[in-house]
């Protein structure tokens, strides 16, 4: 786990960020920008984000990086442009150039990855591995707030489509309602806010 000893979410509160589309439509801009460290997934640190309802910081950004070296290479400058930290969460094709990316960049680990399907009994999303990342990590899981996870309730922010195959959305609920404190996950279930 390179450089992930001296990542910002150690200690501090930590927004954690998804990218379901009813984060949108939500009123946590201000409480997500309140936090030490703000989190967020994939791709949704490149769509606009808004100041009421998504908040506009982004300190570090965890992604899925998949494709080939130059793929990855592109993938992770742009990342860079936009998060002091990029994490690798790539289950799969975990090399750049013949090397492994844990090497060159702070990345999950694939022990733990294993470890997680096992528990959900299926391949994990990015926002499930952040999940489990941070409470291995961080000083107090009570630290820990989650926005923008309806758990693919709506389309994400990115691609205006739900599909959560090859993923187990209800599996990945009830393990994230498990691990963080129930006040922490933030969001929109069934049209609520």
């Known amino acids: 786990m390179k450089n992930l000893s001296q990542a910002p979410w150690l200690t501090g509160t930590v927004a954690l960020v998804g990218n379901a589309s009813s984060l949108r439509s939500s009123t946590f801009g201000a409480l997500i920008d309140s936090h030490d460290c703000v989190i967020r997934i994939n791709q949704g640190a490149f769509v606009p984000l808004n100041a009421q309802s998504t908040g506009v910081r982004t300190d570090v950004l965890f992604m899925t990086l998949p494709g080939y070296a130059w793929d990855k290479a592109w993938m992770y400058g742009r990342g860079r442009s936009k998060a002091s930290m990029v994490v690798a969460m790539s289950p799969k094709d975990r090399t750049f150039l013949g090397i492994d990316m844990a ?12 470890e997680l399907s096992e528990t959900l009994d299926g391949r994990p999303s990015t926002g499930a591995m952040a999940v489990d990342l941070l409470r291995r990590t961080v000083s107090s899981i009570e630290s820990v707030h989650m926005f923008g996870f309806d758990f ?8 205006g489509i739900s599909k959560p195959s090859p993923h187990n959305p209800a599996a990945e609920e009830q393990w994230v ?3 963080l404190p129930q006040a922490n996950v933030h969001g929109v279930r069934g049209g609520e806010v």
Do not use: A, D, G, N
């Open 103 to 114: 090497k060159l960049i702070p990345s999950y680990p694939i022990e733990w990855h294993r």
């Open 177 to 179: 309602r498990q691990v």
């Open 152 to 159: 693919w309730v709506t389309p994400t922010t990115y691609t």
